[in-house]
């Protein structure tokens, strides 16, 4: 079983839609949770952390559900400028290196 | 200082040939990450540094690999006797060591080994 999993996609949703993308992950002892983005033949950058207590950035709400081992990633209104790679990513444990699930890819047409 | 800086960008080689790869980190960052990435796929860790010291290289696909930060600023990571299977976008990250703080990557190296 890989330590993060993510819904494979694509997702190929218009503008103005709501997208929502789904992580679990393996490993209980993760302390740190992340959505990282990656636009085609670029470099990943961070999206957002990923609280307990979810938490909210402008049409991005990430949430996180430790019982479950369940991160969650929902874009509302999508732009076309939301098409890239969604990574979830996972700090396990004690150990501080990032681990990433495969992405899933998002196409917002017009 | 912009950020995280590597070199070369692509790299074409013949298989069986070694090659070394350069990461210059976010200055005041003491952690360094390395991780490859195929098509399709997210980073794969390989290794990472907290200023000198090289605290997890069990990841490193095989003995062929190798990195080093011999003076905890910048990095190299070497593969010898390159096989086609080593073709990836190799992808070099700093961060601070100071809780669980982003981490910022590098545009990467392509290598193709023919």
């Known amino acids: 079983r890989k330590e993060v999993e993510q819904d494979p996609g694509p997702f190929n949703v218009p503008e103005g839609a709501t997208v929502a993308f789904n992580c679990t992950y393996s490993?209980?002892?993760?302390?740190?949770f992340f959505w990282y983005r990656q636009d085609c033949r670029k470099e990943p950058k961070l999206l957002m952390s990923?609280?307990?207590s979810g938490n909210e950035d402008g049409r991005f709400t990430a949430q996180l559900n430790r019982a479950s081992q369940y991160i969650s990633l929902l874009i509302r209104d999508s732009k076309l400028s939301d098409s890239a790679t969604y990574l979830c990513?996972?700090?396990?444990?004690?150990?501080?290196?990032?681990?990433f699930g495969s992405g899933t890819q998002l196409t917002v047409l017009p | 200082d912009t950020g995280v800086s590597q070199d070369p960008r692509h790299k074409i080689t013949k298989r069986g040939q070694n090659v070394t790869f350069r990461c210059d980190p976010i200055?005041?960052?003491?952690?360094l990450y390395w991780y490859r990435q195929t098509l399709g796929q997210g980073p794969e860790f390989l290794t990472y540094?907290?200023?000198?010291?090289?605290?997890?290289k069990s990841r490193l696909l095989s003995d062929r690999f190798s990195a080093e930060r011999p003076k905890g600023s910048f990095s190299t990571l070497e593969i010898q006797r390159t096989e086609q299977g080593d073709s990836a976008m190799y992808l070099c990250?700093?961060?601070?060591?100071?809780?669980?703080?982003?981490?910022?990557f590098g545009q990467g190296t392509r290598l193709t080994v023919v």
């Open positions: 200055s005041e960052h003491n952690r």
């Open positions: 490993n209980s002892a993760s302390q740190s």
């Open positions: 540094f907290q200023n000198e010291a090289q605290l997890e």
């Open positions: 990250a700093s961060s601070h060591y100071r809780g669980d703080t982003e981490a910022f």
């Open positions: 990923v609280y307990s």
């Open positions: 990513v996972v700090m396990p444990g004690s150990a501080r290196q990032l681990t």
